[in-house]
């Protein structure tokens, strides 16, 4: 079955029946996630070798663009999944992939920090702290408007280098990790049923082995992977539009996230 048969047929059995729960009820798109996952699609860019789909951004982007005509929080959700598994394919576990693959395991991004602003640090998430203790590392941050909280399996987690220099590393964190604490209101300004709100490391702990790129590298995942992706996807016009991170390359000039313009200087 094409992915296009697969859409097809998940549009009209399940997310067009549920778009109005997300969209007036603001309840999060459960049963849209899961149909997703069981016609291969949340697996559609994931590596063929890993059992998915090996399709690109092109494909990801129609399919994030049909489902956002009919219902905006499960192509929010989506979007932010496609960008998070540009990164867990080339790093994660076989493991991993093989279960994004199957559509068992949902993912999304927590970049940006609260009171961050997009001149106040060369790159979001340098706020972060990471504190190695053996095979132990310890992440303390509040990550703002990310998509998918408290219902996302896992999260793309960016902080500084273990080391405490300057620069970014990204890490996955396991969405029922101890230490995380989601607000049971969603505080985020994405569409409505997107769950999109602030998730809070006080702190959380996960294996070393969780650190995705090596450790300083993550800026350059940003700006290669992420942000590519999320550029060549949709996004949501309007008042529920969720902010996006902008990031800073190593010359300090912005760059826009998901095709922004920025103000003129």
Same mark, same amino acid.
């Given at each position: 079955?094409s992915?296009?048969?697969?859409?097809?047929? #998940?549009?009209?059995s $399940?997310i067009?029946?549920?778009a109005e729960?997300?969209?007036?009820?603001?309840?999060?798109? !459960?049963?849209?996630? *899961?149909?997703?996952g069981?016609?291969?699609l949340?697996?559609?860019?994931?590596s063929?070798?890993?059992?998915?789909?090996?399709?690109?951004? %092109? +494909?990801?982007? +129609? #399919? &994030?663009?049909?489902?956002? !005509?009919?219902?905006?929080?499960?192509?929010?959700?989506?979007r932010s999944h496609y960008?998070a598994?540009?990164?867990i394919?080339?790093?994660?576990?076989?493991?991993?992939r093989?279960?994004?693959? /199957?559509?068992?395991?949902?993912?999304?991004l927590a970049?940006?920090?609260?009171?961050?602003?997009?001149?106040? %640090?060369p790159?979001?998430?340098? *706020?972060?702290?990471?504190?190695?203790?053996?095979?132990?590392v310890?992440?303390?941050? *509040?990550?703002?408007?990310?998509?998918?909280?408290? +219902?996302a399996?896992?999260?793309?987690?960016?902080?500084?280098?273990?080391?405490?220099?300057?620069?970014?590393?990204l890490w996955l #964190?396991?969405?029922?990790?101890?230490?995380l604490? #989601?607000?049971a !209101?969603?505080?985020?300004?994405g569409?409505?049923?997107?769950?999109?709100?602030t998730?809070?490391?006080?702190?959380?702990? &996960?294996?070393a082995?969780?650190?995705?790129?090596?450790?300083?590298?993550?800026?350059?995942?940003v700006?290669g992977?992420?942000?590519p992706?999320l550029?060549?996807t949709?996004?949501?016009s309007?008042p529920?539009?969720a902010?996006?991170?902008?990031?800073?390359?190593r010359?300090?000039? /912005? $760059?826009?996230?998901?095709? +922004?313009?920025l103000?003129?200087?």
């Amino acid at each position: 079955m094409s992915y296009r048969t697969g859409l097809s047929h #998940v549009m009209t059995s $399940v997310i067009e029946p549920c778009a109005e729960q997300a969209g007036s009820r603001g309840r999060f798109p !459960r049963a849209s996630v *899961r149909a997703l996952g069981r016609a291969g699609l949340l697996g559609l860019t994931v590596s063929a070798e890993a059992g998915g789909g090996g399709r690109g951004p %092109a +494909e990801a982007a +129609e #399919v &994030v663009r049909e489902i956002s !005509r009919v219902c905006p929080a499960t192509g929010a959700v989506l979007r932010s999944h496609y960008a998070a598994v540009a990164v867990i394919d080339a790093y994660g576990s076989p493991w991993l992939r093989r279960r994004i693959a /199957a559509g068992e395991h949902l993912s999304t991004l927590a970049l940006t920090e609260a009171g961050e602003s997009a001149t106040a %640090a060369p790159a979001p998430g340098t *706020r972060s702290t990471a504190t190695r203790t053996g095979e132990v590392v310890a992440l303390s941050a *509040r990550k703002r408007d990310v998509v998918g909280a408290a +219902e996302a399996d896992s999260y793309l987690w960016s902080s500084r280098p273990v080391d405490g220099r300057d620069g970014m590393t990204l890490w996955l #964190v396991p969405a029922d990790a101890a230490g995380l604490f #989601v607000p049971a !209101r969603p505080d985020g300004a994405g569409p409505r049923g997107s769950a999109t709100s602030t998730v809070c490391a006080d702190p959380v702990l &996960v294996p070393a082995g969780a650190m995705l790129g090596p450790n300083g590298g993550g800026l350059d995942l940003v700006l290669g992977s992420v942000l590519p992706w999320l550029a060549a996807t949709p996004v949501a016009s309007g008042p529920d539009r969720a902010p996006e991170a902008t990031v800073r390359d190593r010359g300090g000039t /912005a $760059v826009p996230a998901a095709g +922004e313009k920025l103000p003129a200087s």
